[in-house]
C-alpha cells in the first residue's frame, strides 16, 4: 500500500514514533463514568482505523483478477498506535487552548527540528480532545452497519491542530468537529497538503469549523 511507503520515508527520521500511524489522544473528562467508557472509546477508535485500512479490500474484482492480497493491510493495521495523555489535574475539563498548549510541548518532546522543513505525520499536526461528548460518539459507532445511515456521519470528536487565530484578547487555537466514520482519517497523514480554513463550515454562531456529516 502506498501508505505503508509513507511510513517507511525518511520523514520518520525526525521524530521517535517511526513507522506508526495514529493520533495524540487528550482525555478531558474524568468521572466514575468515563473511567469505564474512555477505554472503550479508545478501543472503538482503533477498530475504526482497521476498519479504514480494509476497506478497500472490499472493492468488487474485475473478472479474471486476483484476490487482493491483505498482507499489506494487516501491516498497515498493525502500524496503528496512538498515545494516551491522561491527568485528572491537569486536563480535567481543559479547554482547546489548554489542550493546544499541552499538543505542542507533547510535540517539541517527540519532533525533532530538522534543518530543512519537511512533511510531518497527522500525529505532529493534530491531536484528538476526548471529552464526553467524544466519547459518547465513539460509543455510538454501528460498524457492522455498512448502508448509508446519516446519524453515523454525524458522529463527531474534537480535533486540535497545531495553528491559532488572532481575535481582541490574542489567539485562539484553531480546533475543529471532526467525522469518525470518515473525514477523521484525511489527518492521519501529510497535514501540510491542506487548508483548515476551507475544511466543512464554519458555525453560525462561533469560529469552529464543522467537517462531519454525509454531505461534507
Known amino acids: 500500500m502506498s501508505f505503508l511507503r509513507l511510513l517507511k520515508k525518511k520523514r520518520s527520521r525526525w521524530h ?38 480494509f476497506d478497500d479490500l472490499r472493492s468488487r474484482r474485475e473478472p479474471g483478477q486476483k484476490p487482493f492480497d491483505p498482507r499489506p493491510n494487516e501491516e498497515l493495521a498493525r502500524r496503528f498506535y496512538c498515545d494516551i495523555i491522561q491527568d485528572a489535574v491537569s486536563l480535567d475539563g481543559a479547554s482547546p487552548d489548554e489542550v493546544g498548549r499541552r499538543f505542542d510541548a507533547w510535540v517539541a518532546e517527540h519532533h525533532l527540528q530538522p534543518p530543512q522543513p519537511v512533511i510531518k505525520m497527522g500525529r505532529f499536526c ?53 467525522g469518525v466514520r470518515g473525514q477523521l482519517w484525511s489527518f492521519a497523514w501529510d497535514w501540510p497538503d491542506m487548508d483548515i480554513t476551507e475544511m466543512g463550515v464554519e458555525g453560525e454562531t462561533e469560529r469552529i469549523r464543522n467537517w462531519y456529516g454525509w454531505r461534507c
Open 16 to 53: 521517535d514514533r517511526p513507522f506508526t500511524w495514529g493520533f495524540t489522544i487528550f482525555r478531558t473528562v474524568y468521572t466514575p463514568e468515563s473511567d469505564e467508557t474512555f477505554p472503550r472509546a479508545v478501543e472503538e477508535l482503533n477498530q475504526l482505523a482497521r476498519q479504514y485500512v
Open 126 to 178: 493534530v491531536c484528538i480532545m476526548l471529552d464526553q461528548q467524544g466519547i459518547d460518539h465513539f460509543l455510538q459507532v454501528n460498524r457492522a452497519k455498512r448502508s448509508f445511515d446519516r446519524a453515523q456521519y454525524d458522529l463527531y470528536v474534537k480535533v486540535v491542530t497545531e495553528f491559532s487565530h488572532e481575535n481582541e484578547e490574542g489567539e485562539d487555537r484553531l480546533w475543529m468537529r471532526v
